[in-house]
């Protein structure tokens, strides 16, 4: 199964600043593309799904550029509280939509 | 929202036992469900998957008779480790998806230590 790459990190990052990942995928029949939180020991958490045309959620801003076939995440005013493994998922139809993720891109806020 | 449930959530067993892990999807159907491993500081790493009624796909590198994976209900998934090593320490997660729910709903993961 083709991959799908994240920088690790981690990025070191004031509260109230803008932060910004990227994450690549290599297999071109990705359909389906999400954003999922992982806090340390935890399962990981649905953050967001990411649509062709973009979407936000509060603070968050998710883009998909399929020419490039790559998907970014957005954060404004950085919280304490969104320090985090960032997971990328990328799903392609082979029956079962089987999702393949990302190492994870690890943010840590200071105050 | 989608829920699953998976249990234990810690154990701690003896090396040559056998663990095992259980999944369940509390109010929807889960007609495939993926099992991952975790080892510190490393990706979400897919062990295999598995649909309702039939025999799981194993990824490569995992053998099937080690890990067994049980998919009998559109509700419940079990995960055995057989003969359990110290090297099969790890966190245990579940996840599944359905035809209805859009994207992956995750188990809360279980932490298996083999002394």
């Known amino acids: 199964r083709k991959e799908v790459e994240q920088d690790p990190g981690p990025f070191n990052v004031p509260e109230g600043a803008t932060v910004a990942f990227n994450c690549t995928y290599s297999n071109s029949a990705s359909q389906s593309f999400f954003w999922y939180r992982q806090d340390c020991r935890k399962e990981p958490k649905l953050l967001m799904s990411?649509?062709?045309s973009g979407n936000e959620d509060g603070r968050f801003t998710a883009q998909l550029n399929r020419a490039s076939q790559y998907i970014s995440l957005l954060i404004r005013d950085s919280k304490l509280s969104d320090s985090a493994t960032y997971l990328c998922v990328a799903s392609a139809s082979g029956g079962s939509y089987i999702p393949t993720f990302g190492r994870g891109t690890s943010l840590i806020v200071h105050p | 929202g989608a829920v699953v449930s998976q249990h234990p959530s810690r154990v701690i067993c003896k090396s040559g036992t056998s663990v095992k892990i259980e999944c369940r999807s509390l109010?929807?159907?889960?007609?495939?469900m993926f099992w991952y491993r975790q080892f510190p500081k490393q990706s979400l790493m897919l062990m295999a998957t598995s649909n309702e009624g039939s025999k799981a796909t194993y990824e490569q590198g995992v053998e099937k008779d080690k890990f067994l994976i049980n998919h009998a209900s559109l509700t419940l998934s079990t995960l055995t480790v057989t003969s359990a090593h110290p090297e099969d320490s790890s966190f245990y997660i579940c996840?599944?998806?359905?035809?209805?729910?859009?994207?992956?709903?995750f188990g809360s993961g279980t932490r298996l230590t083999v002394v």
């Open positions: 996840s599944a998806s359905s035809r209805t729910n859009y994207g992956y709903t």
């Open positions: 990411v649509y062709s």
């Open positions: 109010d929807f159907q889960a007609t495939t």
